[in-house]
């Protein structure tokens, strides 16, 4: 069975982006010989809209020809409570558990300002059989209890703050869960407590600035035994918000060629966003005319393109330091080799996030903003 798992849609009619998701979902559906939809809460962005999109929802889950299995979030639950029929292949999760193909999926609602775990035992009672679960939830998922929760209240009370439903990894110590499919994060995510893979698709087209990056769905598969397999798929059609940052360190030229460069390959389904902080060495307005007049060559070849420039003032007496910067070449005691016989995958992966830069360069910089801070 091939099951695809996805949350956060939060349409609305004033939002027709959000609805692009529709036709982009069902060529996955199609592609990747889906057999069941997961949604894991906030499909609509407030009740209103439920009741306002739910005619064409109900024609856009019937035509998709194969179960949709849901939950509510913590933005449409009333449209829920209410019944509202998104037609005859939804069913909603959270009383009773459904079984598909050998595979019992259960529903575990967002409850506000109260630790998931009591309703988490609460539903695990009704599992039965050998069948491996797949629990959709509406909640927050953290390794620890965070620390700008009150400790007590979440370990001993079981409470939380207003808008949060926690769920800690220790919750599922010693649960028979196969796949754990979240929703309320708006950023794909995944990891583990314990075998169980916990993750988070994140929402399918972005809502503001803060989901950046491409978009995903996750599609998982039963193993012979034990937790589900499971990718995300990048999903292919919808906006994306990319936000670039660079600091100009007093070197507007190759700055400016690289915007070009990063302008020139133009995707038009991406709205991007260029943060440009720094110090200059010629004047800030010939830079900022400069800027306009490659955003507007370019701007075409992009949903839409915002570059902005946020200067810095440098004290006289760094400037010797941020002329190194440009001149040095790594010392030998840090050329390629030094580090990889002492540090494992964390650094890799820190050296890999640099993408390009010099690891001297970037710890001079962070040199020069501690020096900065102390100015
Ligand atoms: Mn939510």
């Known amino acids: 069975m091939r099951i695809l798992h996805t949350a956060d849609w939060h349409l609305r009619a004033e939002s027709p982006d959000r609805l692009r998701v529709l036709e982009v979902l069902r060529d996955v559906l199609d592609r990747e010989s889906v057999d069941v939809l997961l949604i894991a809460g906030d ?8 009741h306002r999109l739910r005619p064409d929802l109900r024609r856009y889950f019937e035509s998709l020809q194969r ?38 999926f259960d529903g575990l609602w967002f409850r506000r300002s109260q630790r998931a775990v009591r309703e988490l035992d609460r539903i695990q009672a009704r599992w039965s059989g050998d069948a491996p679960v797949v629990l959709l939830a509406h909640v927050s998922f953290y390794q620890r209890t965070p620390r700008w929760h009150n400790r007590d209240l979440v370990e001993h009370e079981g409470l939380a703050p207003g808008q949060d439903c926690p769920l800690l990894a220790e919750d599922l110590a010693d649960r028979e869960i196969a796949y754990l499919a979240l929703g309320h994060w ?36 039963p193993t012979p035994s034990g937790p589900f397999s499971f990718r995300p798929l990048p999903l292919q059609g919808v906006p994306e918000i ?3 940052r660079r600091f100009i360190w007093g070197d507007e030229a190759p700055a400016l060629e690289q915007l070009e460069q990063l302008l020139a390959g133009g995707e038009p389904h991406v709205r991007l966003r ?43 007496s760094l400037w010797p330091v941020l002329r190194a910067l440009q001149e040095l070449s790594p010392p030998a005691a840090l050329g390629p080799s030094w580090w990889q016989a002492y540090l494992e995958e ?23 903003n501690a020096l900065l801070e102390q100015a």
């Open 43 to 50: 499909l609509f962005d407030s009740p209103q809209a439920a």
């Open 67 to 104: 179960p949709v299995l849901l939950i509510p979030g913590n933005h449409d639950e009333e449209a829920f409570l209410e019944g509202i029929d998104l037609g005859q292949n939804v069913r909603l999760l959270g009383t009773e558990p459904v079984e598909l193909e050998g595979v019992l």
């Open 186 to 221: 708006h950023q794909y995510a995944a990891t583990r407590a314990g075998l169980i893979p916990v993750v988070y698709p994140g929402t399918p087209v972005p809502l503001g600035e803060s989901e950046l990056g491409p978009r995903y769905v996750v599609l998982l598969e």
């Open 242 to 244: 990319r936000s670039v």
């Open 274 to 316: 260029v943060r440009l902080e720094g110090y200059l060495s010629g004047s800030e307005k010939a830079f900022r005319a400069r800027l306009e007049a490659l955003r507007g060559a370019y701007a075409d070849r992009w949903a839409e393109v915002m570059i902005d420039f946020t200067p810095r003032q440098v004290p006289d």
């Open 346 to 368: 964390p650094l890799w992966r820190w050296v890999e996030e640099l993408s390009g830069e010099s690891i001297h360069r970037r710890a001079l910089q962070y040199l020069v």
